[in-house]
């Protein structure tokens, strides 16, 4: 299993970015995604999730509204579109695989029920 996140970079405030997990190794199109981030100094925290149809999303109350998870299970890929990010969304982004479509129907958010996780692109947002 592989997973590698990319589109991170230095933006200021207000500006988007999108983020893509590609994903190998593994039937992608069967499995339960995240995206997950940790800031220096905290706890890795629960950003989004996605089923593995695409068809349900959870997002953390923090970027409702500013953030969109989707995937492309023909390509592969995961991605995260942040808009209006702020200073307090400075983090490592990383991806993760989350449970197979056959154990489970509920997106999760929490850490324990991914099992993959993959490097992460830094996200730094200047104010």
């Known amino acids: 299993v592989q997973l590698q996140a990319s589109g991170g970079g230095l933006v200021q405030a207000g500006d988007s970015l999108r983020l893509s997990c590609a994903a190998s190794?593994?039937?992608?199109?069967?499995?339960?995604m995240g995206w997950f981030r940790q800031a220096p100094g905290k706890e890795r925290e629960f950003v989004a999730g996605?089923?593995?149809?695409?068809?349900?999303?959870q997002y953390a109350d923090s970027v409702k509204g500013r953030f969109t998870i989707s995937r492309d299970n023909a390509k592969n890929t995961m991605y995260l579109q942040m808009n209006s990010l702020g200073p307090e969304d400075t983090a490592v982004y990383s991806c993760?695989?989350?449970?197979?479509?056959?154990?489970?129907?509920?997106?999760?958010?929490?850490?324990?029920?991914?099992?993959?996780w993959g490097q992460g692109t830094q996200v730094t947002v200047s104010s």
């Open positions: 993760a695989r989350g449970r197979p479509r056959w154990t489970t129907t509920a997106v999760a958010s929490q850490d324990g029920e991914y099992d993959y």
């Open positions: 996605i089923s593995w149809t695409g068809g349900r999303t």
């Open positions: 190794g593994f039937t992608f199109s069967s499995y339960n």
